[in-house]
């Protein structure tokens, strides 16, 4: 009855465009797993109101479908397949280079996109417009409750579609690894192991049943009802889940494997599933979890909008990306996994898995209106998230990952593609926006907008507006479970009281358009009028062409920032002698050149300062400020003025070039308490083109500051290092030296002590001292004898018995080091002693594997770093010799890392064109997802650096034409 058809036709267009009026009301899937044959069967019923021309067209690729019936009478269909092997006449006879390799490609990818977009399983249903008795007396409505039918309501031709199909050897969608089976339906992917309606817009509820082995777990969207047993020979056992709250098809997730269940002590509707190796892990890494529950429930004032959560964690082999989300399920990778000895793993498992809970709320079960309405629920998961970070992990921990991340999206908001609320983007770029780089670009910039605006409405407003939300989804009305940028405008009006005019300017600006303001700052004190006159110029990180297309803009005018900007005032904040000062009054629209006056406070007298003592330098650089506050560690005793700040409170996405002096900075590092001025004198006082011992000895009293943020003193170590040189006597390095050994040295035989890390904050600090003595250099770019000397000393006397916590990550920063130094004609002596050390933690590490195989692939890229620097000292056969064999290693990042160092070794070797040869070898190798992705972007990155430097570099055009047709 069906025939798979070669190309699109007439006819399935003209169903396309009649199936906007189908609608999937109800949704019942039941399933058997054959893990031995890789294989699912079953079938699936969907309760579908038929559009007028009574064809169906719904979405179904790599699926086998048996038999299709409507309201039990055997219907007839057609299946289109998506996915074809294109004619190589077509696409690949004009691959010859690199570019043409690159547009055929391009094109074979757009179209791949633009066809899957289209149903491609047309079901002919018969033309009625009379409903049966059964339909008369009930209907479903949005909710997937039944309902009384109105009589005001239009009649709609409601038949039950089911269909019966089967999916074997699946590539995609749905994956089998061994004994374990998990989906990942992001991106388009639910059609490939069920039949649906596969768009964002189409919600229902669902009836999932799944049969697999007696052994297995099934766990899957939804409340778990009940388990039966069945008689089949071997017994198998049926999991029958029900999901109330209508959701996209995409929110379907099931995972099946041999699980071990952990429920939360707390909550009886959190539940953890993990494989049995990796239970006691998971009960270290969820004890927190309750608390980030509990928090977005008191938070958004309402309960969880799903009868129960669950998180599933598999190997990381097996997963696509770290984590997948599902209506009320989380699939993660079980590396985010550690135990009560593992220090460095905490924090980054914690925000991830609070962020996975953040967008059960915000994504899942509040989910947009529009494509260009997807930053708004992103953002509001990570604002939401990073209230988990500011309550649970500290203000300072939230607003340093803030401001990082601000610096990021400036830096990169500069075309069409980090717009937050684009047609031209979500049409042109099929999602794909929301993953990647650009996708963190945009997740980023998203929360930032909206912290922009509780800026400007105060907390509490903000907070009222995201419970608003959440209580008028409970409604149960489908509707009014998507939120559109249009109607957030609105509840910051309404509930957070923002003016009309200042909404009116800043969506099209923030969301509707590109570019953050750079503003370049100056200032002189007046002493006559006791005033400060500042110097601003604004600018635009967006590119001049990317200004087309946006509202009142004309690409053609010279100032165009000048017409629009950017609407509201930035604050400016002056510290005087007599305290600190907060001016709002810079505004950010108008002309782009302004100069303004602020009035100062403080006023000038003499008697307020002891003199400067002798042996003292003038500029209060050997004083700390807190210790000795009579000093005078002004730049000018002629201004009152300490140190200077635009936007402290991070009320705008701007990137800020203020201009004072070094003392200023000086000042600001060692006296304002706010982590985020703090990084930013930093990052000031290393870039400085001539360096002071004043400017060494502050960042080195900072690092040794045990009260300040343990995130901005590795900060101050990294500038450290980078400020170290011959002109400073390299200062720098030995403050790193003797910073690290009056912590961890014994000062009697002057070598380092038995390991110690009670002190986590002092534990990250010193992790991090090796990497910036790594990267110290003398004037020939080679790292110093006394480096080289450390490090190794390091490696070879790290003692770690008696310690409570396990040190791997330790010893895997001193290895990442290792393949950091630069070896000069001094230091080259100590290649033999650290290659040996490396070579004895290669082999530990087989005999007592370190966590996710950490150390073994650090050795691996150092030793691959060090041989590619140092071919004339090292044979690169010997190092191709020494890594092969971790190329079949049960670890995936292990084998990864191997085949990685292998490819980066053979362009030394022979060149591009075989190393791309070896990886489209090791690439048909990998059986890991993941890992695929990871050799893709390796070879990815040595294609662009061979093109930055010379060209295709003797690429052949049978390896393009091969490496095209692979991707």
Not at 96 to 120: F, H, K, M, R
Not at 831 to 850: A, G
Not at 887 to 895: F, P
Request: proline share 4%; aromatic share 10%.
């Amino acid at each position: 009855m069906a025939k798979a058809k070669k190309a699109k036709n007439e006819e399935q267009r003209d169903g396309d465009n009649s199936n906007s009026e189908a609608v999937v009301k109800h949704q019942k899937l039941c399933l058997s797993i054959d893990m031995d044959r890789r294989r699912i069967y079953g079938y699936t019923e969907l309760q579908i109101a038929i559009p007028d021309n009574g064809i169906v067209g719904l979405h179904a690729d790599n699926l086998e479908i048996e038999n299709v019936t409507v309201e039990g009478e055997p219907a007839m269909f057609e299946v289109f397949p998506h996915y074809q092997h294109l004619d190589p006449k077509d696409r690949w006879s004009v691959v010859s280079s690199a570019t043409s390799a690159a547009d055929a490609s391009g094109s074979v990818y757009l179209s791949s996109l633009e066809i899957e977009l289209l149903p491609n399983l047309l079901i002919m249903c018969s033309k009625t417009t009379k409903m049966d008795d059964n339909q008369e007396e009930y209907m479903q409505v949005d909710n997937g409750e039944p309902a009384l039918a109105d009589a005001n309501r239009p009649v709609q031709n409601v038949k039950l579609v089911r269909i019966e199909y089967w999916v074997e050897k699946a590539e995609t969608g749905v994956h089998f690894n061994g004994n374990v089976l998990h989906t990942d339906n992001q991106l388009r992917r639910a059609r490939c192991w069920f039949p649906c309606l596969d768009d964002s817009v189409q919600c229902c509820c669902y009836d999932l049943e799944f049969t697999v082995a007696s052994d297995l777990v099934a766990v899957s969207s939804g409340t778990l009802l009940h388990q039966v047993l069945t008689k089949d020979d071997p017994p198998q056992k049926t999991y029958v889940y029900k999901l109330d709250v209508p959701v996209a098809a995409q929110w379907i997730s099931l995972a099946v494997a041999p699980f071990e269940i952990l429920p939360d002590r707390h909550r009886g509707l959190l539940s953890y599933f993990c494989l049995p190796s990796n239970l006691s892990k998971l009960r270290n890494t969820v004890v927190f979890f309750y608390n980030a529950f509990s928090h977005y429930e008191d938070y958004l004032s309402a309960s969880f909008p799903f009868g129960s959560y669950t998180q599933v964690f598999i190997a990381p082999e097996m997963t696509v990306s770290s984590w997948s989300s599902g209506a009320s399920t989380s699939i993660f990778s079980s590396h985010l996994l550690f135990d009560e000895k593992l220090i460095d793993q905490t924090i980054e498992t914690r925000i991830k898995l609070a962020y996975a809970l953040a967008r059960q709320w915000f994504g899942v079960y509040i989910t947009p209106e529009a494509p260009n309405d997807e930053w708004l629920v992103e953002g509001l998961a990570g604002f939401l998230t990073d209230s988990f970070i500011k309550r649970f992990l500290g203000n300072n921990e939230a607003r340093y990952r803030r401001y990082k991340a601000n610096c990021a999206v400036c830096q990169a908001d500069d075309s069409g593609a980090t717009t937050l609320s684009s047609s031209a983007a979500s049409k042109d770029l099929y999602g794909t926006q929301c993953i990647g780089f650009y996708g963190k670009i945009r997740s980023w910039k998203s929360v930032a907008v909206l912290q922009m605006l509780e800026k400007q409405m105060g907390p509490e407003s903000f907070r009222k507006i995201l419970q608003n939300i959440v209580l008028r989804a409970r409604d149960g009305n489908r509707s009014l479970r998507t939120l559109s940028t249009k109607e957030f405008r609105h509840f910051a009006n309404k509930i957070g009281n923002l003016e009309r005019p200042f909404l009116k300017e800043f969506f099209p600006r923030w969301v509707g358009s590109c570019g953050c303001p750079v503003l370049k700052m100056g200032f002189s004190y007046n002493k006559r009028k006791n005033m400060i006159e500042l110097a601003v110029l604004r600018g635009c990180t967006s590119r001049p062409d990317s200004w087309v297309g946006i509202d009142n803009i004309n690409p053609d005018s010279e100032n165009r920032d000048g017409v629009v900007g950017w609407p509201g005032m930035m604050s400016i904040r002056v510290h005087e002698l007599d305290g600190m000062y907060d001016h709002p009054f810079l505004p950010m629209a108008g002309e782009p050149w302004q100069l303004l006056e602020i009035q100062c406070h403080s006023k000038l007298a003499s008697k307020r300062f002891q003199k400067t003592k002798k042996g003292t330098k003038a500029d209060g650089s050997d004083d700390n400020g807190d210790a000795v506050p009579t000093t005078d560690v002004r730049p000018n005793s002629e201004s009152p003025l300490l140190w200077l700040r635009a936007d402290p409170e991070m009320e705008y996405l701007a990137e800020v070039h203020f201009n004072q002096p070094v003392q200023m900075w000086i000042n600001q590092l060692e006296r304002d308490k706010d982590v985020v001025a703090q990084a930013q004198a930093i990052e000031v006082l290393e870039a400085l083109p001539q360096l002071s011992f004043s400017v060494v000895n502050a960042l080195n009293n900072f690092l040794i500051d045990s009260k300040a943020f343990w995130r901005v003193r590795i900060q101050a170590a990294y500038a450290l290092a980078a400020t170290t040189s011959e002109d400073t006597d390299w200062a720098g390095l030995l403050h790193l030296i003797n910073f690290y050994k009056s912590r961890r040295f014994d000062p009697k035989i002057n070598l380092p002590r038995p390991n110690d890390f009670h002190d986590f904050q002092e534990y990250f600090v010193l992790e991090a001292i090796p990497h910036a003595i790594a990267m110290v250099r003398s004037s020939d770019k080679k790292s110093p004898r006394e480096a080289v000397e450390f490090i190794l000393q390091l490696l070879k006397y790290n003692d770690n018995s008696g310690n409570t916590y396990s040190d791997v990550f330790l010893v895997a920063a001193l290895v990442q080091s290792v393949g950091e130094l630069e070896f000069g004609q001094q230091s080259v002596i100590y290649l033999p002693s650290l290659l040996k050390r490396l070579d004895r933690l290669l082999q530990f590490d087989r005999l007592m594997p370190s966590h996710n195989g950490i150390l073994t692939i650090c050795c691996i890229q150092s030793l691959t770093q060090m041989a590619l620097k140092l071919s004339e000292f090292i044979p690169l056969d010997h190092v191709v010799e020494l890594i092969r064999p971790y190329r079949v290693s049960k670890t995936w990042q292990i084998r990864i890392a191997a085949s990685r160092g292998l490819v980066e070794l053979e362009v030394q070797c022979k060149g591009i064109d075989a190393a791309l040869k070896l990886f489209i070898e090791y690439l048909n190798d990998e059986t890991s997802l993941r890992g695929q992705t990871k050799l893709g972007l390796c070879a990815l990155r040595i294609s662009q650096m061979i093109n930055q430097s010379n060209g295709d570099n003797g690429i052949k055009s049978d390896t393009l034409d091969f490496k095209v047709k692979r991707a």
